[in-house]
């Protein structure tokens, strides 16, 4: 398995993507590091792939955002050769195929989340060895595993849009409180068929927590 | 009563001065000359038949099938040379392998169709190879449904709800056309 390279940028972080009748909540938080400087501390780690397909990265910024980009050529390519949009599970597969034939060259944790007509809503988890899960919800990341316990005692299936958002919202507040690789500010994304909602959450808007 | 081409028909990278490719029109002469083929899209799928000339009665049945398979959900038929036809059924197994390697979805009807085209006009182009004397009979299921395509020498492919290709093709045309395909299963 690949390392980091001394010096090179890291998306330590914590992403989380949920399923909910009608569409997908997303959200990352926003620290990129490079060893203990915070190179970017308002990071977008939800990217774009397609009108209703984005993906969460985590990771080595590099190898995720060159992934990303590799996938958004397929993609468009794809929507031109069929002439209709791509379904999520094939992006996803595109994200695995990657991953899992360079997985010695790369560090990527991906989680795929989005919305499309013939499946609905989807949420994908492609780890680092280039593994594809589908799950209702996912989380990834340095910060992921602070919240482990945290995610499995609050979600339960069936949740609404808000209570997605409210759970999403919570979760990656408490890992960004407790991984020093994770920080900033919370980005969220709501994607439904009607489109795309982003969000950002600062600092004096975050959840409540027990700080001290 | 055929129409000879006199030094335009030598080799398929040759155009006759009335813009014809002689080549790909006697390989479409191989296909009208050879046992029919028919398909018919109906409801719920599509019915591939082929007429079986039995040449010798010291043939071993199920030795030589006419009607193949390329992955669970694409089936072919065809009029004209069966070397053809296996040659091209073997490069539908190939591509529906290849793109379900990188999308782990079945491959649609449309591009199925759409890539063998390609691949059958590519040998109107050279005049090391000769055009596929093979009109092909593409039965395919995806997720919009049953869906039949028509390949020909020299590339093109149309969508049918049936068609028909070989000596027989026009009687079977006329007999098709009185079908009401839509509501058949």
Redesign the interface.
Known sequence: MASLKPGEANLGTTIMAVKFDGGVVIGADSRTSTGTYVANRVTDKLTKVHDRIYCCRSGSAADTQAIADIVKYYLDL?TA???EPP?V??AA??F??ICYQNKGHLMAGIIVGGWDE?NGPSVYNVPLGGSLHSEEYAIGGSGSTYIYGYCDKTFRPGMSKDECIEFVKNAVSLAMTRDGSSGGVIRTAVITEDGVERTVTYGDQLPQQYLG | MTSIGTGYDLSVSTYSPDGRVFQVEYAQKAVDNSGTAIGLRVKDGVVLAVEKIKHSRLLVPNSNKRIMTAGKHIGVASAGWMSDTRHLVKRVRDEAHNYH?????DI?A??IA?RMGMYVQAYTLYSAVRPFGVSTLLACKD?DGPQLYMLEPSGEYVGYRGCAAGKGKQVAKTEIEKLNLEELT
């Open positions: 794809y050769q069929h002439d379904t599970s094939v597969s595109l695995q195929e013939q | 390697s990188i999308y782990k979805a649609p449309k591009i759409e997720k």
